[in-house]
């Protein structure tokens, strides 16, 4: 389990920079400068993913995993950036069934999953955003 964080998305944060597929690069929150980075972004959706008649909650955060990738138009740098975020992915899934979760102050993380394979987004001339959904629950 990751060290306990204030925010969730912190949180998110600090247990992505766990992922060993990582390259170097900047990690943010919101924000993607123009060289070869990582950003989590939430995203809008009901905060409230299950009530309880006794009134309990479980609570989600959508957000995507984003990145800027370099981007020529080869076909062998346009697989590596998928392949990015296919071992991405799968080391998400990993983690779960391995109950490895984002350590949330006053939380408990249920699950963290992929909603959405990753993606290209967006490209300029020499970079491309790609992102992949996910959904962390907790209560």
């Given at each position: 389990?990751?060290?306990?964080?204030?925010?969730?998305?912190?949180?998110?944060?600090?247990?992505?920079?766990?992922?060993?597929?990582?390259?170097?690069g900047?990690?943010?929150?919101?924000?993607?400068?123009?060289?070869?980075?990582?950003?989590?972004?939430?995203?809008?959706?009901?905060?409230?993913?299950?009530?309880?008649?006794?009134?309990?909650?479980?609570?989600q955060?959508?957000?995507?995993?984003?990145?800027?990738?370099?981007?020529?138009?080869?076909?062998?740098?346009?697989?590596?950036?998928?392949?990015?975020?296919?071992?991405?992915?799968?080391?998400?899934?990993?983690?779960?069934?391995?109950?490895n979760?984002?350590?949330?102050e006053?939380?408990?993380?249920?699950?963290?999953?992929?909603?959405?394979?990753?993606?290209?987004?967006?490209?300029?001339?020499?970079?491309?955003k790609?992102?992949?959904?996910?959904?962390l629950?907790?209560?």
């Amino acid at each position: 389990m990751s060290a306990l964080s204030d925010s969730i998305i912190g949180a998110l944060r600090t247990y992505f920079l766990e992922c060993p597929y990582l390259k170097d690069g900047k990690f943010s929150v919101d924000f993607l400068p123009d060289d070869p980075s990582y950003s989590l972004d939430p995203l809008p959706s009901d905060p409230v993913y299950r009530q309880y008649v006794d009134g309990g909650k479980i609570y989600q955060l959508e957000y995507t995993f984003t990145s800027k990738a370099a981007y020529d138009g080869d076909a062998r740098t346009m697989i590596d950036n998928s392949f990015f975020y296919q071992q991405l992915s799968e080391w998400v899934e990993q983690q779960e069934e391995m109950d490895n979760l984002p350590g949330l102050e006053g939380y408990t993380a249920i699950s963290n999953t992929v909603i959405s394979s990753g993606y290209l987004f967006d490209a300029d001339s020499d970079l491309a955003k790609y992102q992949v959904q996910l959904r962390l629950l907790y209560e």
